[in-house]
């Protein structure tokens, strides 16, 4: 192996770790802020209580507004059937929708995946950081994320799909180039890899206005 190609799989290494760190850590946050919702609700129950005892309903009304708002800043929206699916898409929704991104999701994987956890966090993570990235570059009544997930046949079926500026992606050979620095297409070559190592399919298209990704990967 040469210098080059050494260095390279560090880099690539020490980006996985950095990924990871950050993926655990807005899971961790995620689950943090529902662990302390359900230490208060007996709090918050108490307190409507009194409220109604009262007879002041606007301020029951209120309060459950509060609390709705509340909820849904940490309710779990997805359930796949894949826990780290689940942590991974939800952390993932709820720091896009932190930032006015609205997304629609529709996923579902049924049966037990044959690839590893980190393989599998790996790929949803960079696919949801680069359209959230990607968003950000447009206005908030412009933005949508559009993910499916799904078993087809005996394949794991994912597509990422997120509104860009308007402008076609140019390509470097097979590569869409990306304008947001050292370290981002380390994400790229990260998901390539893993693909080419479960003899997966992977197609990335730029039409006006739109930026998809589409990934099969074998399950038997």
Not at 140 to 166: C, H, P, W
Not at 191 to 203: A, F, Q, T, V, W
Request: one cysteine or more; a positive charge; proline letters at 2%.
């Amino acid at each position: 192996m040469s210098f080059l190609s050494r260095q390279i799989d560090k880099q690539l290494a020490a980006y996985q770790r950095e990924l990871m760190e950050i993926h655990y850590q807005e899971v961790e946050t995620m689950y943090r802020q529902m662990r302390g919702w359900r230490h208060d609700y007996r709090n918050h129950i108490q307190a409507m209580k009194a409220y109604a005892a009262s007879g002041d309903m606007e301020a029951v009304k209120s309060y459950l507004d509060q609390l709705d708002t509340d909820l849904n800043t940490v309710d779990t929206v997805i359930k796949t059937g894949n826990s780290m699916a689940d942590a991974i898409l939800n952390s993932k929704i709820s720091l896009a929708r932190s930032k006015k991104i609205p997304v629609n999701i529709t996923a579902c994987i049924p049966v037990k995946l044959n690839m590893s956890e980190l393989d599998l966090c790996v790929i949803l993570g960079n696919l949801f950081d680069n359209a959230i990235d990607a968003s950000m570059g447009l206005p908030e009544e412009k933005r949508m994320i559009r993910v499916y997930m799904d078993i087809k046949n005996t394949q794991l079926y994912i597509s990422f799909t997120n509104f860009t500026a308007g402008k076609k992606m140019a390509k470097a050979g097979k590569i869409f180039r990306t304008t947001k620095g050292t370290g981002h297409g380390f994400g790229l070559v990260r998901i390539d890899n893993i693909i080419s190592r479960l003899d997966g399919y992977l197609s990335r298209s730029s039409e006006d206005g739109a930026f998809t990704t589409e990934i099969l990967i074998p399950q038997q």
